[in-house]
């Protein structure tokens, strides 16, 4: 049998490793802050294509995060996409009449919600709709816009 | 006919051995109070079980974290998004290479070295003797070792991400110069805590765990009492316990990441 | 049959047991009662279950039929804490010794103490000190089983098996691939510990004459069933073919020399084909 006092220290020294380790993934790799995810409320949006967007990609007002997706389905009524939003209690004034676009961040980025508050005195609360919606710009669509565009290019364009 | 008889009798078989095997994890699990009285037995089977692994586990890590870097960079520079390669090598340490290599490295370890240390003890009577003095062989040689097995992997799986993660760090920022801003904050941007960390580290590598250091004693523990016996079992924990983590990981990634 | 009087001073009893393995009968029908204070020996062929029977008495095994009572209680119904508490006050010496291999010849010696009592350092020290100075082992306390010859190992074990100064000892083949002086330490050795710690000793063995230099009433076992019984010079006189066939050592008698067989003439004149 070996010294029990060596086997006490470095069975210590394992443990106390190992949950140093979990402490940095925790702490430095996963960043804390999103483990407890924040009060909330969650409103729905319907767009036409979301794009690459995803359960758990952001959401910003002004470049700031104010929330997260919390679901994405498909109505198949509204033939929409159907994204819920689920936005931090402490951003509780916000317009109902604000407009939900998708944007990429970068050209190739990931995309997200971007929010443009309107005039409205009322706000959005559990369970409202984001009616003023804009889909995410599709890369294959812009092009053949693009195309169609120059080949049209000799008729004068419409305003 | 003979065909069908041989498939008849190798499942017939087959199902024995998994009854056995999941009374004996019972009886296990009953007795893991009666640990807590002997701390020292389980202490004894930590540094046996965990801390003999640490080498290997430690310098695997840092490889596997390293071939991350530099793989991960190759591809993601041809996009222009080396930015994100601290996200990329987190998240598969995190979500499965952490988990799954350092279980696999468990098994061979650790887990071979349970079965044939209890197979060796059962060949030599030393379980035998130990009944006839009255200690029950399950509480004092079991029990010590599987609770430490489950103990050590997740800690085992932990050292190993943070290590990798290191190493995919010194390897990207320090070799091919991606931005060490960028690689820490894209990376705590992406990954999320229960999902990543505790999902893929922790509940992954305690369901390993578990299973590695079940399939381990129970196989030694039934192993046929002879050197050959006691060696094919050795054989047998590997491959089963290999078999038994890659099909467990699909079960888990799909139940927990989708 | 074949039994001494089964008075209350036996202290194993045997009743009727039937035992086997796969469709092989090990015991088939055995009745059996071991004297308190003697050396019993049980001889048989290889393979005749007689590491069986030991196990039996230890109730490792649980027979199909029959029962076998230690000390008046019968050791298959008994409850588990009931049994334990039984197999403390008996001592078994495994046929290789058994030894822990990752303690030395101290914690062996010292492992049921350490299990089973609280002792302060001191007299657990002093205790196992006594042990192993029984078995003139003394000096290799710090030696690990590996460092130890077969002999020395099976009286470290011999040592372990009296620490919790048991009732009765029960011997695997303690002879077995022995050298002639180990084999004569571990004789001396048996029939001094019985009489001096008055324990009751139950000797499984092949070895006919080292066997029955010590031991008080011998059984011959054979076909799973007892052929003789009686004390070593009863035996030695005694008529019956099986038994004269197991104490003078003959090749062939009841217990064939040829495994069972067809005839010899049929077995060659059939061409394989």
Redesign the interface.
């Known amino acids: 049998?070996?010294d029990?006092r060596l086997?006490?220290i470095?069975?210590g020294?394992?443990?106390a490793?190992?949950?140093?380790?979990?402490l940095?993934?925790?702490m430095?790799?996963?960043?804390?802050a999103?483990?407890s995810a924040p009060p909330g409320y969650e409103v729905r949006a319907y767009f036409d294509n979301i794009g690459g967007l995803q359960v758990?990609s952001p959401v910003k007002m002004g470049g700031v995060v104010v929330g997260r997706i919390s679901d994405i389905g498909f109505d198949s009524k509204r033939f929409q996409a159907c994204v819920t939003v689920r936005l931090e209690q402490r951003y509780d004034h916000i317009p109902t009449d604000t407009a939900a676009n998708i944007y990429t961040s970068g050209l190739?980025?990931e995309q997200y919600i971007g929010l443009e508050p309107g005039g409205e005195e009322s706000y959005l609360k559990n369970g409202s709709e984001l009616t003023i919606t804009q889909s995410a710009v599709v890369l294959e669509k812009m092009i053949q816009e693009f195309l169609y565009n120059k080949t049209a290019k000799p008729e004068p364009q419409s305003p | 006919m003979a065909l069908l008889a041989t498939i008849g009798r190798r499942s017939l078989g087959l199902f024995e051995r998994l009854g056995r095997g999941h009374l004996f994890l019972l009886s296990v699990l009953i007795r893991i109070p009666g640990l807590l009285l002997r701390p020292r037995l389980l202490l004894q089977q930590m540094w046996s079980v965990g801390v003999e692994s640490l080498l290997i586990i430690a310098v695997s890590g840092s490889f596997v974290g390293m071939v991350l870097g530099l793989q991960g960079y190759n591809t993601l520079v041809t996009f222009g998004a080396q930015a994100s390669l601290g996200v990329v090598v987190a998240k598969s340490l995190l979500r499965e290479l952490g988990p799954v290599i350092s279980a696999l490295l468990f098994a061979g370890r650790a887990g071979s070295a349970l079965t044939a240390e209890i197979g060796f003890m059962k060949a030599t009577e030393q379980l035998s003797a130990m009944e006839m003095m009255a200690v029950d062989p399950m509480a004092r040689v079991v029990v010590p070792r599987f609770v430490a097995g489950v103990l050590s992997m997740p800690l085992l799986a932990a050292i190993f991400t943070a290590i990798g993660i290191m190493g995919g760090y010194f390897c990207g920022t320090g070799l091919l110069g991606v931005d060490e801003g960028a690689f820490w904050s894209q990376m705590q941007a992406k990954v999320m805590l229960v999902q990543d960390v505790f999902n893929g580290v922790l509940v992954k590598s305690l369901v390993f765990g578990a299973v590695v250091s079940w399939i381990a004693v129970f196989e030694g523990y039934d192993a046929v009492p002879t050197s050959e016996g006691v060696s094919a079992a050795t054989t047998r924990t590997v491959v089963h316990s290999s078999l038994a983590i890659l099909a467990l990981d699909f079960v888990l990634t799909g139940l927990m990441f989708n | 049959m074949n039994s001494p009087s089964s008075g209350p001073d036996s202290i194993v009893r045997i009743r009727n047991l039937h035992f086997r393995r796969g469709s092989r009968a090990i015991f088939d029908g055995v009745d059996l009662d071991i004297l308190r204070g003697k050396v019993t020996a049980i001889l048989g062929p290889s393979g005749s279950g007689k590491t069986t029977l030991l196990r039996l008495i230890g109730a490792q095994l649980t027979p199909q039929q029959g029962s076998v009572e230690v000390n008046g209680a019968n050791v298959q119904t008994l409850p588990r804490d009931d049994l334990y508490r039984l197999r403390k006050s008996m001592g078994m010496l495994f046929q290789n010794g058994a030894l822990l291999t990752d303690l030395t010849v101290f914690e062996n010696v010292a492992f049921p103490l350490r299990e089973h009592t609280r002792l302060p350092p001191s007299i657990l020290r002093s205790l196992v000190l006594m042990k192993l100075e029984m078995v003139g082992l003394r000096g290799a306390r710090d030696l690990y089983p590996r460092e130890l010859s077969g002999g020395m190992a099976r009286r470290v074990a011999l040592a372990r098996a009296i620490a919790l100064d048991p009732t009765m000892v029960l011997y695997d083949e303690p002879f077995a691939g022995q050298d002639p002086i180990s084999m004569g330490i571990l004789v001396r050795l048996i029939r001094e510990l019985n009489d001096a710690l008055g324990l009751s000793s139950i000797i499984v063995s092949h070895d006919v004459a080292e066997t029955s230099s010590i031991a008080d009433y011998l059984f011959i076992m054979a076909g799973a069933k007892i052929v003789g019984a009686g004390t070593p010079a009863e035996l030695r006189e005694s008529e019956s073919p099986m038994v004269r066939q197991f104490m003078g050592g003959l090749p062939d008698g009841p217990v064939p020399f040829h495994f069972p067989a067809r005839p010899y003439l049929g077995d060659l004149l059939e061409t394989p084909l």
């Open positions: 049998m070996k029990p086997i006490e470095s069975v020294i394992f443990v490793l190992g949950l140093a380790s979990l940095m993934l925790a430095k790799v996963a960043n804390l999103d483990f758990r190739l980025g």
